[in-house]
């Protein structure tokens, strides 16, 4: 827990620094995207990357941002794509549709929800928040937010489940700010039973310079791979689930 504190001291003015000025009065899918960077990454498609039209089997639908979408590693070695590999390797007909967006907020998410949810999703990660707390937005607004697109998921597919990845921020707006930012992620899920909690998505990998980028904010292809560890800790009891109600 102190190496954690530790980071987050020595992150917060870079962090501060990538998140101010992402939000812009612009709307729409793509305008709802601004990235940390001038650096777009290829890991959110505009379009899902099964027909599962024709293809049968679960959708894990991750909606994020430059964590999910692997920015400073190539596509392959995100945790997105590190997942898909590892429900490969048990022959499961699972697709991870990587949807993760550089600077996203949670009001990016809600705008672009809608027509990620045309194809049917079986499980959404949902990986949104940290970009808010930077910026230093109103918490009860991310708390709404996140609570509007688990709401809109549920309600289209109410069969689904979602996976709330929790994320924490530097210290440098407040304790009480911080702390409250935290209680988010637990408070949303407990609303919900069809809502698993990973608490904290960069747990083991924050504050560890081996598996952070010399940004201190974003992890190396070895820390996605601790990433992806983390989330398959919880997903992978889900999908066993989900795989047992399927029709045969």
């Keep these: 827990m102190q190496t954690v504190r530790l980071y987050f001291l020595l992150a917060a003015g870079v962090l501060c620094v990538v998140a101010c000025g992402q939000d812009r009065s612009t709307s729409g899918p793509a305008a709802a995207s601004s990235p940390d960077t001038a650096t777009t990454t290829t890991a959110a498609p505009a379009a899902p990357t099964t027909d599962s039209s024709t ?3 679960l959708r894990v639908l991750v909606l994020g941002n430059s964590i999910a979408a692997g920015r400073g590693v190539s596509p392959e070695k995100a945790f997105p794509a590190r997942l898909q590999r590892k429900v490969d390797s048990l022959d499961w007909t699972v697709t991870i549709q990587n949807a993760g967006v550089s600077g996203e907020t949670t009001a990016g998410g809600i705008r672009r929800i809608g027509w990620l949810l045309n194809e049917e999703v079986d499980v959404l990660l949902l990986e949104l928040g940290g970009n808010d707390g930077l910026r230093g937005l109103d918490l009860s607004t991310t708390k709404d937010n996140l609570t509007s697109i688990i709401d809109t998921t549920l309600t289209t597919y109410p069969d689904a489940q979602v996976l709330l990845a929790g994320m924490r921020i530097p210290p440098n707006l407040g304790e009480d700010y911080t702390d409250q930012f935290r209680q988010i992620y637990p408070s949303v899920a407990s609303q919900y ?3 698993t909690l ?10 560890v310079d081996s598996l952070m980028q010399d940004d201190g904010i974003h992890p190396t292809a070895a820390g996605h791979r601790l990433v992806a560890q983390n989330v398959w800790t919880k997903l992978r ?6 795989r047992t109600e399927e029709p045969t």
């Design 55 to 57: 293809t049968q089997g």
């Design 237 to 242: 009891p889900m999908l066993e689930q989900l």
């Design 193 to 195: 039973e069809r809502v």
């Design 198 to 207: 990973l608490p904290f998505i960069l747990d083991n990998v924050a504050g």
